[in-house]
T-cell receptor
Framework: QKEVEQDPGPLSVPEGAIVSLNCTYS??????FMWYRQYSRKGPELLMY????GNKEDGRFTAQVDKSSKYISLFIRDSQPSDSATYLC??????????FGQGTTLQVKP | DTEVTQTPKHLVMGMTNKKSLKCEQH?????MYWYKQKAKKPPELMFV???????INESVPSRFSPECPNSSLLNLHLHALQPEDSALYLC????????????????FGPGTRLTVL
């Protein structure tokens, strides 16, 4: 079993839709959670960072962490074609290793 | 400034060549990382440097040799690579160490696209 599970999709939505991306994890030592956006042939871009449980909002993006369920989510409101990319969840315990999910490919259609 | 820079952007090398990848950050981060990414796969950890010392080597073959000359720079020396080593090589940095509540936002560079012929 992978430490971090993420549905690879692809996920296709119409422009303006609310997008929900999710990851589950098995290691209860994970405390630091991140979401990255990666365009084709580019480096991952940090979108959201959350420490421990709770919600965080930044513009159209909301990150949620539920440590009791070992489940994290990223919501994108009013999705745009420019949001079409691969979204990667990633998390640290205290080992110094940033562990990634498989990534979800999102396509937002105009 | 949350920028991590990497050079070169692209590199083509033969199996007998020696080349180096370079990474730089000026965020005062004390943890730096090398990742390898194949197409349609997530980044895969290779090495972690903490306070300029190698702290994690994920059983990477010795044809990859990392070096951290100072707190801002990270190099990856390449020698006698195989065609299967062709990939996007990503450098990243974070604040480190893992003290409770310390912000561990990790920033990636644009990567070096390596092709081994």
């Amino acid at each position: 079993q992978k430490e971090v599970e993420q549905d690879p999709g692809p996920l296709s939505v119409p422009e303006g839709a609310i997008v929900s991306l999710n990851c589950t994890y098995s290691n209860s030592a994970f405390q630091y959670f991140m979401w990255y956006r990666q365009y084709s042939r580019k480096g991952p871009e940090l979108l959201m960072y959350t420490y421990s449980s709770g919600n965080k909002e930044d513009g159209r993006f909301t990150a949620q962490v539920d440590k009791s369920s070992k489940y994290i989510s990223l919501f994108i409101r009013d999705s745009q074609p420019s949001d079409s990319a691969t979204y990667l969840c990633a998390m640290f315990g205290n080992t110094g290793k940033l562990i990634f999910g498989q990534g979800t490919t999102l396509q937002v259609k105009p | 400034d949350t920028e991590v820079t990497q050079t070169p952007k692209h590199l083509v090398m033969g199996m007998t060549n020696k080349k180096s990848l370079k990474c730089e950050q000026h965020m005062g981060h004390r943890a730096m990382y090398w990742y390898k990414q194949k197409a349609k796969k997530p980044p895969e950890l290779m090495f972690v440097y903490s306070y300029e010392k190698l702290s994690i080597n994920e059983s990477v073959p010795s044809r990859f040799s990392p070096e951290c000359p100072n707190s801002s720079l990270l190099n990856l020396h390449l020698h006698a690579l195989q065609p299967e080593d062709s990939a996007l090589y990503l450098c990243a940095s974070s604040q480190g160490p893992f003290l409770a509540g310390a912000n561990q936002s990790t920033f990636f560079g644009p990567g070096t696209r390596l092709t081994v012929l």
